[in-house]
């Protein structure tokens, strides 16, 4: 893999092979956000050899392995992974629920993108991985009253299905 560091990559060997929950209702939709998010925090550093490429790899790996323990469970349903770049955080994160939920558990606006890419590419070229310094931070305070002047917040999200048994068309 030209450009992957493989130390970088066995770094997240725990988050590649971590037990994921698969739920049997509705009722379980918060104990599968809790116990299948996990996240990526990188540094400057680390951003400036990477590239989108590689998270990708390691994400294929990710989706490899959420899959075959979908296909070891007794789920007769599939899940969604999903991913977002927390800006606020400043990782990249991403989730697995059952597919029986009517939407993903975000309050805002969705803007569901087709591949991951344009996602990974923006959160390694985001001028700020380690810390927002307090200049660069904007005040965002609305008046709740009048709804028309609230922005509406707009989150870029990937999604895919996995369903057991079935082969990964990974983006």
């Known amino acids: 893999m030209p450009g992957v560091d493989h130390d970088w990559l066995a770094s997240y060997q725990d988050m590649l092979e971590a037990p994921i929950f ?5 009722d379980d939709l918060p104990r599968e956000i809790r116990q299948n998010k996990w996240s990526i925090t990188l540094s400057d550093q680390e951003c400036t050899f990477l590239t989108t490429s590689d998270l990708l790899i390691l994400l294929a790996k990710v989706v490899e392995n959420r899959q075959q323990q979908l296909d070891q469970g007794n789920s007769n349903h599939g ?5 977002w770049f927390d800006e606020q955080a400043l990782q ?3 989730n697995l629920i059952s597919d029986f939920h009517e939407r993903l558990p975000f309050t805002c606006q969705l803007n ?7 996602i990974l590419d923006r959160y390694l070229h985001y001028p700020y991985h380690e ?12 008046v709740k009253s009048d709804p028309d002047t609230q922005e509406s917040v ?13 082969l990964v068309r990974f983006w």
Do not use: E, N
């Open 22 to 26: 698969i739920g049997s209702s509705s």
């Open 79 to 83: 899940m969604i992974f999903y991913l």
């Open 92 to 94: 990249l994160r991403f």
């Open 112 to 118: 569901v993108l087709p591949t991951p890419g344009p």
């Open 131 to 142: 810390m927002i310094p307090w200049d660069a931070l904007h005040d965002v305070s609305r």
């Open 154 to 166: 707009v989150l870029d999200i990937a999604q895919l299905k996995l369903s057991p048994h079935q």
